[in-house]
């Protein structure tokens, strides 16, 4: 079996979906693994670090031969067009705004797993990239705030008086929210947290957050969040107002499946601000949680400042590929047996994960989207 890799070519994507220990570990399952030149070069992994992979210059040659092709964004359409039928990519899609690909995936027999559809269960975990790559862009967000704050984030008691403790308000307590309120107290902070899963607030007081609590359940399908009625958002704004004035930084991480962004952050909410205070939208890459967000950029509205990062996983591109590669293994650790592949489709893993197999699209929202 020969497992190939490509360097990422979308703009601002620093990861690479291999690292050394991963080849080794693919290697030792039985794969010859080939990599594109310079595919680990933004993160500091130079083709050399790589013992024991071949490396290729021209990534359709690299392709062509390939029965897995691995990489962390959709590839381009010319070098799908140049896989063999029935082989297999590996990578994240995201089917309703890769149409085009979608098809063309299943038009050439590709059988594609999707990483952003690994199933959200206990067995999955170690396959879970929306969830490693969640966890660093949580700790990330807040590094943005603090360092986009020109206060500091813990007590401090100086000769010439104390200063007091940032607030810190996380809106969305997913894994990147939690990871935000985790990592905003270890800097100091003094760390609220809110979500519309009443379960969140155990897991928000063990990090030593106080949870915000509105009254409001919102648990839908799969664990996820439901969209909200107007009823339910005004009694949020009723009770949530009060702590965005008090906050000096905030952090907002929501998100409902295969729906845009919710707006968590009225233009008036924030007009209401402390002078000086930092949103960073991590939803940005979805439309963002707050009204004034402008995606990948940053803004200024009166004296508060609006973070709206796009792909923060990436500027953390070291960990961010070291934990994507071995999601990646683990999957394919699945289905690769002895040296072959050996897709076992009542493997409720293999099975969910699946976007297109067998010149069909297999995912059925993504199938009712595309066709
Ligand atoms: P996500 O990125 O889909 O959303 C982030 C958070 O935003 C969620 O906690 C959601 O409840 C919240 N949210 C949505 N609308 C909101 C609103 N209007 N106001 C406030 N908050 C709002 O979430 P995620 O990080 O992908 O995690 C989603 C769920 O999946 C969680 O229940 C998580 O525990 C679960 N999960 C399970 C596993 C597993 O068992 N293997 C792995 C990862 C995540």
């Known amino acids: 079996v020969k497992i190939a890799v490509l360097k990422e070519t979308r703009p601002h994507e620093r990861r690479v979906a291999l690292v050394p220990a991963v080849a080794d570990k693919l290697i030792k399952l039985g794969a010859q693994v080939c990599m594109q030149s310079g595919a680990g070069e933004a993160v500091k992994?130079?083709?050399?670090?790589?013992?024991?992979?071949?490396?290729?210059?021209?990534?359709?040659a690299?392709?062509?031969?390939a029965d897995i092709v691995l990489a962390v964004q959709p590839p381009e359409a010319a070098l799908i067009g140049a896989m063999k039928?029935?082989?297999i990519l590996i990578s994240f899609i995201y089917a309703h705004k890769e149409p085009a690909l979608t098809k063309l995936l299943r038009d050439r027999g590709i059988t594609c797993f999707a990483m952003e559809l690994v199933p959200r269960i206990t067995r999955a975990q170690a396959m879970d990239a929306l969830s490693s790559q969640a966890a660093l862009a949580g700790y990330y967000a807040a590094l943005l705030g603090a360092t986009h704050l020109a206060r500091i984030l813990p007590m401090m008691t100086t000769a010439v008086g104390s200063i007091r403790p940032a607030r810190t308000l996380v809106m969305g307590l997913g894994v990147a929210g939690l990871q935000a309120l985790a990592t905003a107290r270890r800097l100091g902070a003094m760390t609220e947290g809110y979500d519309v899963r009443p379960e969140t607030k155990e897991q928000a007081e063990s990090?030593?957050?106080?949870?915000?609590d509105t009254g409001v359940d919102a648990r839908g399908a799969g664990g996820y969040a439901r969209e909200l009625t107007q009823?339910?958002?005004?009694?949020?704004?009723?009770v949530i107002t009060r702590h965005i004035q008090n906050a000096d930084i905030i952090i907002t991480t929501a998100a409902i499946p295969g729906r845009p962004a919710p707006k968590l952050i009225s233009k008036a909410q924030v007009e209401g601000m402390k002078a000086g205070s930092v949103i960073v939208d991590l939803a940005a890459e979805g439309g963002g949680n707050c009204e004034y967000t402008q995606p990948g950029e940053t803004v200024q509205v009166g004296q508060v400042t609006i973070v709206g990062p796009l792909n923060v996983p990436s500027m953390l591109g070291e960990h961010a590929s070291e934990l994507y590669a071995k999601n990646q293994f683990n999957l394919i650790e699945l289905f690769l047996k002895e040296g072959a592949v050996a897709l076992d489709w009542s493997d409720?893993?293999?099975?969910?994960?699946?976007l297109t197999h067998a010149g069909e699209?297999?995912?059925?929202?993504?199938?009712?989207a595309i066709e």
């Open 207 to 212: 990090l030593g957050a106080k949870f915000v």
């Open 348 to 354: 409720e893993v293999v099975a969910n994960t699946v």
């Open 45 to 60: 992994l130079a083709d050399a670090a790589f013992k024991n992979v071949v490396i290729e210059s021209d990534p359709v």
């Open 231 to 238: 009823e339910e958002k005004d009694k949020i704004a009723g």
């Open 62 to 65: 690299l392709v062509g031969d």
């Open 361 to 368: 699209i297999r995912n059925e929202a993504a199938r009712k």
């Open 85 to 87: 039928p029935g082989a």
